[in-house]
């Protein structure tokens, strides 16, 4: 993920919430689900902050941990043919 890409993840992320609050059953449902896995609830300001404080750095580390090679798993559904799967796949 590039710098650019974190960017506009951040600013779409921060405007899907801005436009929930224009709905008052969104509002209100962030509010119970704050509330019910955090024991209290974010007001817009600190969730906007928060996602501005995610840096870079800390995503690619997730990304590096979350796609690691050797935790993939490989699933399909219906035919398989062997021909069309990477060599790479054909020896696990």
């Given at each position: 993920?590039t710098e650019d890409?974190?960017?506009?993840?951040k600013?779409?992320?921060?405007?899907?919430?801005?436009?929930?609050?224009e709905?008052?059953?969104?509002?209100?449902?962030r509010l119970?689900k704050?509330?019910?896995?955090?024991?209290?609830?974010?007001?817009?300001?600190?969730?906007?902050?928060?996602?501005?404080?995610v840096?870079?750095?800390?995503?690619?580390?997730?990304?590096?941990?979350?796609?690691?090679?050797?935790r993939l798993?490989?699933?399909?559904?219906?035919?398989?043919?062997r021909?069309?799967?990477?060599?790479?796949?054909?020896h696990?």
């Amino acid at each position: 993920m590039t710098e650019d890409e974190l960017k506009r993840a951040k600013d779409h992320l921060k405007g899907s919430l801005m436009l929930s609050l224009e709905s008052t059953s969104s509002r209100m449902n962030r509010l119970a689900k704050h509330e019910m896995h955090h024991g209290t609830f974010l007001s817009m300001d600190a969730m906007l902050a928060a996602i501005d404080g995610v840096r870079h750095e800390e995503v690619q580390t997730l990304v590096t941990e979350l796609l690691d090679e050797d935790r993939l798993a490989l699933t399909t559904l219906g035919p398989l043919d062997r021909r069309n799967l990477p060599r790479e796949l054909l020896h696990h």
